[in-house]
């Protein structure tokens, strides 16, 4: 049965592959992101998610089997809050009643392997409490301090946990709305195109983020997994982040973590 599926940075990347792999199988997407989807929206401000989330709760007929939030930003810089945390968990949270209306709704967000790297404490803190002009704050003086680059983990963090949260909060577990994260390592997309320019940014990155099963992802690869969690076989998964990494994160975090 076809289902309505809204995924966020649907023009790009990751959220673009989704899509592609969605509508061959008779799925419709309706895809959001700042220009060229089926609704532009800027997610980085409350006005523009909730705005988004009413366009697509009319789009959808008010039911909604799916959301799957692939905007995101990794420059090192108050985006990380306003997109990557605010503008998944506000949208999310607002089409919670079109979710609570569908026969098997589920959510999907993309996190990061980053997520388990060091963090900006007082970002992570300031997002799980829903302070965003506190967040951002927090992000300013770390952008002025010389700590930006801990911004993006600190959004990736926040958000698995939040997400680990909302699963079992009452109105989404026991709604029948599972919530899970899908946290990638490198993939071929736009967002890490940089990367590959630089010999010694290219260096770094392979040292931070191990991948020694079958290297780099394509965003196909990592939208294969989104799809079992977002689908209707996923039926008892929920408040977990799949690492889709090539083995990042077992390297990385060793055995004992689990
Ligand atoms: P991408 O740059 O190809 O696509 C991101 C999309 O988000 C774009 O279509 C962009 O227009 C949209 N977007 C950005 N700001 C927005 C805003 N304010 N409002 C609405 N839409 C906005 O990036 P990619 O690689 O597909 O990333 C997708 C997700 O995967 C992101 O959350 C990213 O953090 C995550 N990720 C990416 C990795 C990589 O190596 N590419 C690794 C781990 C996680």
């Given at each position: 049965m076809s289902r309505n599926v809204v995924v966020t940075g649907s023009g790009s990347g990751i959220g673009a592959a989704l899509t592609a792999l969605l509508r061959a199988r008779?799925?419709?997407?309706?895809?959001?992101?700042l220009r060229g989807g089926e609704i532009d929206a800027d997610l980085s401000t409350p006005r523009g998610r909730a705005a988004a989330a009413a366009a697509a709760t009319g789009a959808a007929g008010g039911v909604v089997d799916a959301v799957v939030t692939?905007?995101?930003?990794?420059?090192?810089?108050?985006a990380t809050v306003t997109v990557n945390y605010f503008g998944?968990?506000?949208?999310?949270?607002?089409?919670?009643?079109a979710l609570a209306a569908a026969r098997q709704p589920r959510v999907v967000?993309?996190?990061?392997?980053?997520?388990?790297?060091?963090?900006?404490?007082?970002v992570v803190a300031a997002?799980?409490?829903?302070?965003e002009d506190k967040a951002l704050a927090h992000a300013e003086r770390a952008v002025a301090d010389g700590r930006a680059r801990?911004?993006?983990?600190?959004?990736?963090?926040?958000?698995?946990?939040?997400?680990?949260?909302?699963a079992v909060a009452e109105g989404w577990a026991d709604a029948g709305i599972p919530v899970n994260v899908v946290a990638p390592g490198i993939v071929l997309t736009p967002m890490s195109a940089g990367i590959f320019d630089d010999p010694?940014?290219?260096?770094?990155?392979?040292?931070?983020?191990?991948?020694?099963l079958n290297g780099y992802l394509r965003p196909e690869d990592v939208a294969r997994a989104v799809l079992f969690l977002a689908g209707d076989d996923n039926t008892h998964i929920t408040g977990q982040v799949l690492h889709v990494d090539g083995g990042a994160e077992a390297t990385l975090r060793g055995p004992a973590h689990f």
């Open positions: 008779g799925d419709r997407v309706i895809g959001v992101d692939c905007a995101g930003t990794s420059v090192p810089g108050t998944t968990t506000e949208f999310v949270a607002a089409l919670r009643p967000v993309i996190g990061s392997v980053s997520g388990t790297q060091p963090t900006d404490p007082d997002c799980l409490a829903a302070d801990r911004l993006y983990p600190s959004s990736k963090a926040a958000l698995a946990q939040w997400a680990r949260r909302t010694a940014m290219k260096k770094a990155m392979d040292a931070a983020v191990p991948m020694p």
